[in-house]
Protein backbone atom coordinates (compact mmCIF):
# COMPACT_ATOMS: atom_id res chain seq x y z
CA UNK A 1 0.00 0.00 0.00
CA UNK A 2 1.44 3.12 -0.93
CA UNK A 3 1.49 6.55 0.81
CA UNK A 4 -1.82 8.36 1.38
CA UNK A 5 -3.04 11.91 -0.37
CA UNK A 6 -0.40 11.36 -3.08
CA UNK A 7 2.68 12.38 -0.23
CA UNK A 8 5.87 11.07 -1.07
CA UNK A 9 7.21 11.11 2.76
CA UNK A 10 9.08 8.50 4.05
CA UNK A 11 9.60 8.55 7.63
CA UNK A 12 13.36 7.25 8.54
CA UNK A 13 14.49 8.64 11.55
CA UNK A 14 18.87 9.47 12.41
CA UNK A 15 18.90 7.29 15.16
CA UNK A 16 23.04 8.28 16.70
CA UNK A 17 25.68 10.02 14.57
CA UNK A 18 28.66 6.78 15.59
CA UNK A 19 27.94 3.48 14.61
CA UNK A 20 29.89 0.95 16.99
CA UNK A 21 29.59 -2.88 17.16
CA UNK A 22 28.78 -5.31 19.73
CA UNK A 23 28.89 -4.35 23.42
CA UNK A 24 30.25 -1.09 22.64
CA UNK A 25 26.90 0.07 20.81
CA UNK A 26 25.61 2.91 22.62
CA UNK A 27 21.95 1.65 21.79
CA UNK A 28 22.86 -1.58 23.08
CA UNK A 29 24.38 0.06 26.27
CA UNK A 30 21.09 2.29 26.81
CA UNK A 31 18.80 -1.01 26.31
CA UNK A 32 20.64 -3.07 28.46
CA UNK A 33 20.94 0.07 31.64
CA UNK A 34 16.88 0.01 31.12
CA UNK A 35 16.82 -3.63 31.85
CA UNK A 36 18.58 -4.09 34.73
CA UNK A 37 16.28 -1.53 35.92
CA UNK A 38 12.99 -3.47 35.37
CA UNK A 39 14.93 -6.42 36.77
CA UNK A 40 16.23 -4.73 39.92
CA UNK A 41 12.32 -3.55 40.46
CA UNK A 42 11.04 -7.26 39.68
CA UNK A 43 13.49 -8.34 42.80
CA UNK A 44 12.21 -5.91 45.32
CA UNK A 45 9.77 -7.59 47.89
CA UNK A 46 6.69 -5.46 46.35
CA UNK A 47 7.65 -4.89 43.04
CA UNK A 48 5.86 -1.80 40.80
CA UNK A 49 5.61 -4.41 38.35
CA UNK A 50 7.36 -7.96 37.30
CA UNK A 51 9.61 -8.48 34.29
CA UNK A 52 10.06 -11.72 34.32
CA UNK A 53 12.40 -11.78 31.22
CA UNK A 54 14.45 -8.77 31.78
CA UNK A 55 17.35 -10.57 33.32
CA UNK A 56 18.22 -12.18 30.92
CA UNK A 57 19.52 -9.44 29.52
CA UNK A 58 21.58 -8.11 32.19
CA UNK A 59 25.46 -9.32 32.60
CA UNK A 60 25.80 -11.60 35.47
CA UNK A 61 28.59 -9.41 36.82
CA UNK A 62 26.17 -6.44 37.00
CA UNK A 63 26.19 -5.19 40.79
CA UNK A 64 23.03 -5.51 42.43
CA UNK A 65 20.97 -2.14 43.53
CA UNK A 66 18.37 -2.69 45.85
CA UNK A 67 17.92 0.56 46.98
CA UNK A 68 14.81 1.51 48.48
CA UNK A 69 14.38 4.58 46.25
CA UNK A 70 11.69 4.08 43.21
CA UNK A 71 13.53 4.73 39.83
CA UNK A 72 11.05 7.38 37.55
CA UNK A 73 12.47 5.03 34.64
CA UNK A 74 10.21 2.12 36.99
CA UNK A 75 7.43 4.80 37.48
CA UNK A 76 6.65 5.37 33.73
CA UNK A 77 7.03 1.75 33.27
CA UNK A 78 4.28 0.64 35.67
CA UNK A 79 1.85 3.83 34.09
CA UNK A 80 2.29 2.94 30.61
CA UNK A 81 1.55 -0.85 31.13
CA UNK A 82 -1.49 -0.33 32.66
CA UNK A 83 -2.48 2.92 30.24
CA UNK A 84 -2.03 0.38 27.57
CA UNK A 85 -3.97 -2.52 28.88
CA UNK A 86 -6.76 0.22 30.23
CA UNK A 87 -7.11 1.70 26.60
CA UNK A 88 -6.75 -1.92 24.97
CA UNK A 89 -9.18 -3.54 27.08
CA UNK A 90 -12.16 -0.54 25.69
CA UNK A 91 -11.66 -1.29 22.10
CA UNK A 92 -13.58 -3.77 20.02
CA UNK A 93 -12.67 -6.36 17.48
CA UNK A 94 -8.64 -5.97 16.24
CA UNK A 95 -6.64 -3.91 18.56
CA UNK A 96 -3.54 -2.54 17.51
CA UNK A 97 -0.35 -1.72 19.52
CA UNK A 98 2.47 0.40 18.16
CA UNK A 99 5.25 0.70 20.71
CA UNK A 100 8.51 2.79 19.77
CA UNK A 101 11.36 1.60 22.07
CA UNK A 102 14.90 0.73 22.64
CA UNK A 103 14.86 -2.69 21.16
CA UNK A 104 14.58 -4.65 24.42
CA UNK A 105 11.08 -3.84 25.87
CA UNK A 106 9.59 -6.96 26.59
CA UNK A 107 5.94 -5.83 26.81
CA UNK A 108 4.46 -7.96 24.09
CA UNK A 109 5.58 -10.87 26.08
CA UNK A 110 5.47 -9.94 29.74
CA UNK A 111 1.63 -8.40 29.60
CA UNK A 112 -1.58 -9.71 29.85
CA UNK A 113 -2.99 -8.66 26.31
CA UNK A 114 -6.86 -9.31 25.36
CA UNK A 115 -7.76 -11.98 22.28
CA UNK A 116 -6.99 -10.30 19.25
CA UNK A 117 -4.33 -7.39 19.86
CA UNK A 118 -1.53 -7.08 16.97
CA UNK A 119 1.74 -5.57 18.62
CA UNK A 120 4.14 -3.47 16.54
CA UNK A 121 7.78 -2.79 17.78
CA UNK A 122 9.77 -0.05 16.23
CA UNK A 123 13.28 -0.30 17.58
CA UNK A 124 16.67 -0.38 16.51
CA UNK A 125 17.60 -3.67 14.35
CA UNK A 126 21.04 -4.99 16.32
CA UNK A 127 19.20 -4.45 19.65
CA UNK A 128 16.50 -6.06 18.71
CA UNK A 129 18.06 -9.40 17.71
CA UNK A 130 20.23 -9.38 20.36
CA UNK A 131 17.14 -9.27 22.64
CA UNK A 132 14.98 -11.79 20.17
CA UNK A 133 17.91 -14.14 20.67
CA UNK A 134 17.97 -14.15 24.68
CA UNK A 135 14.56 -13.80 25.21
CA UNK A 136 13.66 -17.40 22.76
CA UNK A 137 16.92 -18.78 24.99
CA UNK A 138 14.67 -18.43 28.14
CA UNK A 139 11.12 -19.62 26.38
CA UNK A 140 9.80 -16.29 26.04
CA UNK A 141 6.69 -16.62 23.88
CA UNK A 142 3.67 -14.07 22.63
CA UNK A 143 0.52 -14.88 23.65
CA UNK A 144 -0.87 -16.94 21.06
CA UNK A 145 -3.93 -14.74 20.52
CA UNK A 146 -1.66 -11.91 19.56
CA UNK A 147 0.27 -11.39 16.91
CA UNK A 148 4.00 -9.55 16.82
CA UNK A 149 5.88 -7.86 14.39
CA UNK A 150 9.14 -5.97 14.21
CA UNK A 151 9.63 -2.99 12.49
CA UNK A 152 13.40 -1.74 12.17
CA UNK A 153 14.08 1.89 13.36
CA UNK A 154 16.58 1.58 10.25
CA UNK A 155 13.88 1.15 7.50
CA UNK A 156 13.67 3.08 4.64
CA UNK A 157 9.97 3.78 5.23
CA UNK A 158 8.42 2.95 8.13
CA UNK A 159 4.96 4.45 7.47
CA UNK A 160 4.76 1.53 4.69
CA UNK A 161 6.16 -0.96 6.73
CA UNK A 162 3.48 -0.60 9.12
CA UNK A 163 0.90 -0.48 6.58
CA UNK A 164 2.26 -3.68 4.90
CA UNK A 165 1.92 -5.67 8.65
CA UNK A 166 -1.52 -4.63 8.85
CA UNK A 167 -1.89 -1.47 10.71
CA UNK A 168 -5.05 -0.09 9.19
CA UNK A 169 -5.51 3.71 10.26
CA UNK A 170 -8.97 3.83 10.43
CA UNK A 171 -9.05 1.28 13.52
CA UNK A 172 -8.29 2.79 17.01
CA UNK A 173 -4.97 2.51 17.85
CA UNK A 174 -2.38 3.29 21.32
CA UNK A 175 0.89 3.94 20.76
CA UNK A 176 3.83 3.79 23.37
CA UNK A 177 7.61 5.75 23.53
CA UNK A 178 9.66 4.69 26.13
CA UNK A 179 13.40 4.02 25.51
CA UNK A 180 13.10 5.24 22.03
CA UNK A 181 16.22 6.66 20.81
CA UNK A 182 15.17 10.49 19.94
CA UNK A 183 18.57 12.19 19.15
CA UNK A 184 17.28 15.77 18.38
CA UNK A 185 14.07 17.44 19.06
CA UNK A 186 13.40 17.29 14.78
CA UNK A 187 13.40 13.84 15.86
CA UNK A 188 10.89 14.13 18.08
CA UNK A 189 8.87 16.15 15.70
CA UNK A 190 8.92 13.51 12.96
CA UNK A 191 7.95 11.18 15.76
CA UNK A 192 4.51 12.94 16.37
CA UNK A 193 4.14 14.03 12.71
CA UNK A 194 4.04 10.00 11.77
CA UNK A 195 1.49 9.04 14.62
CA UNK A 196 -0.27 12.03 13.72
CA UNK A 197 -0.58 10.55 9.97
CA UNK A 198 -1.11 7.16 10.94
CA UNK A 199 -3.42 7.38 13.97
CA UNK A 200 -6.97 7.33 13.66
CA UNK A 201 -8.96 10.20 15.52
CA UNK A 202 -8.99 9.83 19.26
CA UNK A 203 -6.38 7.27 19.39
CA UNK A 204 -3.82 7.42 22.53
CA UNK A 205 -0.01 8.17 22.45
CA UNK A 206 1.54 7.93 25.85
CA UNK A 207 4.73 7.42 27.02
CA UNK A 208 8.51 9.31 27.73
CA UNK A 209 10.71 11.93 26.07
CA UNK A 210 13.62 13.37 26.72
CA UNK A 211 13.17 16.45 29.36
CA UNK A 212 16.72 18.32 27.58
CA UNK A 213 14.24 18.30 24.06
CA UNK A 214 12.30 21.49 25.67
CA UNK A 215 16.03 23.06 26.19
CA UNK A 216 17.04 23.13 22.38
CA UNK A 217 14.29 24.57 21.06
CA UNK A 218 15.84 27.86 20.84
CA UNK A 219 12.20 29.68 20.24
CA UNK A 220 10.57 28.85 22.99
CA UNK A 221 11.21 30.46 26.08
CA UNK A 222 8.36 29.06 28.25
CA UNK A 223 8.43 26.66 30.84
CA UNK A 224 7.98 22.61 30.09
CA UNK A 225 4.31 22.63 29.89
CA UNK A 226 3.51 25.19 28.13
CA UNK A 227 6.47 23.85 25.24
CA UNK A 228 5.00 20.51 25.21
CA UNK A 229 1.57 21.71 24.68
CA UNK A 230 2.93 23.70 21.85
CA UNK A 231 4.64 20.45 19.91
CA UNK A 232 1.99 18.71 20.22
CA UNK A 233 -0.43 20.67 19.51
CA UNK A 234 1.35 21.74 16.27
CA UNK A 235 0.50 17.85 15.08
CA UNK A 236 -2.79 17.56 16.44
CA UNK A 237 -2.75 15.95 19.84
CA UNK A 238 -3.89 17.16 23.27
CA UNK A 239 -1.53 16.55 25.57
CA UNK A 240 -1.77 15.75 29.49
CA UNK A 241 1.82 15.86 31.42
CA UNK A 242 1.59 12.94 34.18
CA UNK A 243 3.41 14.00 37.16
CA UNK A 244 6.10 11.17 38.73
CA UNK A 245 5.37 11.99 42.17
CA UNK A 246 1.64 11.51 41.27
CA UNK A 247 2.13 8.22 39.75
CA UNK A 248 3.73 6.37 43.10
CA UNK A 249 1.03 8.02 45.27
CA UNK A 250 -1.40 6.09 43.66
CA UNK A 251 0.37 3.46 43.50
CA UNK A 252 0.65 4.14 47.26
CA UNK A 253 4.27 4.63 47.00
CA UNK A 254 6.91 7.26 48.35
CA UNK A 255 8.96 8.85 45.61
CA UNK A 256 11.66 11.26 46.26
CA UNK A 257 11.36 13.85 44.15
CA UNK A 258 14.72 14.48 42.60
CA UNK A 259 15.31 15.50 38.90
CA UNK A 260 13.56 13.19 36.48
CA UNK A 261 15.67 13.23 32.87
CA UNK A 262 12.09 12.34 31.48
CA UNK A 263 8.55 14.10 30.65
CA UNK A 264 6.18 11.54 31.12
CA UNK A 265 2.77 12.69 29.08
CA UNK A 266 -0.74 10.90 27.80
CA UNK A 267 -2.03 12.50 24.84
CA UNK A 268 -5.05 11.91 22.26
CA UNK A 269 -4.87 12.82 18.65
CA UNK A 270 -7.52 15.07 17.50
CA UNK A 271 -6.82 14.80 14.15
CA UNK A 272 -8.24 12.21 11.04
CA UNK A 273 -5.68 9.66 10.25
CA UNK A 274 -4.25 10.12 6.23
CA UNK A 275 -6.03 6.93 5.44
CA UNK A 276 -9.42 8.47 7.06
CA UNK A 277 -9.19 11.66 5.13
CA UNK A 278 -8.35 9.82 1.99
CA UNK A 279 -11.45 7.75 2.68
CA UNK A 280 -13.65 10.94 3.07
CA UNK A 281 -11.89 11.87 -0.40
CA UNK A 282 -12.90 8.91 -1.98
CA UNK A 283 -16.58 8.86 -0.87
CA UNK A 284 -16.70 12.50 -1.87
CA UNK A 285 -15.49 12.07 -5.72
CA UNK A 286 -17.88 9.36 -5.50
CA UNK A 287 -20.73 11.11 -4.71
CA UNK A 288 -20.53 13.98 -6.65
CA UNK A 289 -19.79 11.74 -9.38
CA UNK A 290 -22.99 10.02 -8.75
CA UNK A 291 -24.56 13.87 -8.86
CA UNK A 292 -23.13 14.87 -12.23
CA UNK A 293 -24.86 11.95 -13.55
CA UNK A 294 -28.07 11.85 -12.12
CA UNK A 295 -28.13 15.25 -13.11
CA UNK A 296 -27.19 14.70 -16.92
CA UNK A 297 -30.45 12.16 -17.05
CA UNK A 298 -32.39 14.42 -16.21
CA UNK A 299 -31.55 16.81 -19.00
Given at each position: ??????????????????????????L?????????????????P?P?????????????????D????????????????D???????????????????????????????????????????????????????????????????????????????????G???????????????????????????????????????????????????????Y??????????????????????????????????????????????????S?????????E????????????????
Open positions: MGPLIGTSIRRRFSVSAVKLNGDNDPLLSATASASLRYQETLRELFVDPYAGCFVPLNIPNMSQDLHPYCLATKFIDKLLRTVSHIDGLKQVVMLTDGMDTRPYRLNWPTSTIIFDISPEGVFKTAAEKLKGVGAKIPKSCIFYHIPLESSDIEQSLQSKYNGSRPSIWAIQGFPVMTLANSEEVLSMISSLAMKGSFFVGELPAWLAETDIEIKNTKQWIDKLFMSKGFRVELINYEGVAESLGKNFATGHCNNILFVAQQLRHDYQMETWRRFQRVEAEGDEDGFDEL
